[in-house]
T-cell receptor, first 114, second 109 residues
Framework: DTAVSQTPKYLVTQMGNDKSIKCEQN?????MYWYKQDSKKFLKIMFSYNNKELIINETVPNRFSPKSPDKAHLNLHINSLELGDSAVYFC?????????????FGSGTRLTVV | KNEVEQSPQNLTAQEGEFITINCSYSVGISALHWLQQHPGGGIVSLFM???GKKKHGRLIATINIQEKHSSLHITASHPRDSAVYIC???????????FGTGTSLTVIP
């Protein structure tokens, strides 16, 4: 039973489209994250939610909007997709916002914008 | 300059060798994390440290808070250890996370 599951695993879409990536964790963790890994493999945090409340919002275009309907879900919606949005997006969770017990990562969503 | 610097960037070792990957950081932290990313892309959290040393199997992670430095050691390395190892820190102010650029390790049989 997957602890942190992301869907879809691969997403190919045209510029200008709107798309969503879903993330669910069944670990009972309070905190969830979205990370972006660019073509150079550099990992950067985008958002963090603790108990459905936004606690980290890095400098990310406002075309990216996270939604947390409950603490087990953190979805990422992207409007007006651009070529530069192509990357691998990882969802993760931790017991609390201090990262207690480490992080559990999803398997990633490879987004390709054409 | 990144808040987290790792060295080396790339590392090739023979099976059985003892491996060390270094991480230095420039911010105050509440914890330091070592992550492993396999060629397939999945990321696994290996360690979370706030002081001292932790050991899990052949992996050992140490941290020196005063020197703002951490090391990840792999004893008796094996080809299955081939992966990218990423150091990350959570700061003690403002809920910031910083990642190193990773160390790509290849262990040759």
């Amino acid at each position: 039973d997957t602890a942190v599951s992301q869907t879809p695993k691969y997403l190919v879409t045209q510029m200008g489209n709107d798309k969503s990536i879903k993330c669910e964790q069944n670990l009972g963790h309070d905190t969830m994250y979205w990370y972006k890994q660019d073509s150079k493999k550099f990992l950067k945090i985008m958002f963090s939610y603790n108990n459905k409340e936004l606690i980290i919002n890095e400098t990310v275009p406002n075309r990216f909007s996270p939604k947390s309907p409950d603490k087990a879900h953190l979805n990422l919606h992207i409007n007006s997709l651009e070529l530069g949005d192509s990357a691998v997006y990882f969802c993760a969770s931790s017991q609390n916002e201090q990262g207690a017990s480490g992080y559990t990562f999803g398997s990633g969503t490879r987004l390709t914008v054409v | 300059k990144n808040e987290v610097e790792q060295s080396p960037q790339n590392l090739t070792a023979q099976e059985g060798e003892f491996i060390t990957i270094n991480c230095s950081y420039s911010v105050g932290i509440s914890a330091l994390h070592w992550l492993q990313q396999h060629p397939g892309g999945g990321i696994v959290s290996l360690f979370m440290l706030s002081s001292g040393k932790k050991k899990h199997g052949r992996l050992i992670a140490t941290i020196n808070i005063q020197e703002k430095h951490s090391s990840l050691h792999i004893t008796a390395s094996h080809p299955r250890d081939s992966a990218v190892y990423i150091c990350a820190v959570s700061s003690n102010t403002g809920n910031q996370f910083y990642f190193g650029t990773g160390t790509s390790l290849t262990v040759i049989p």
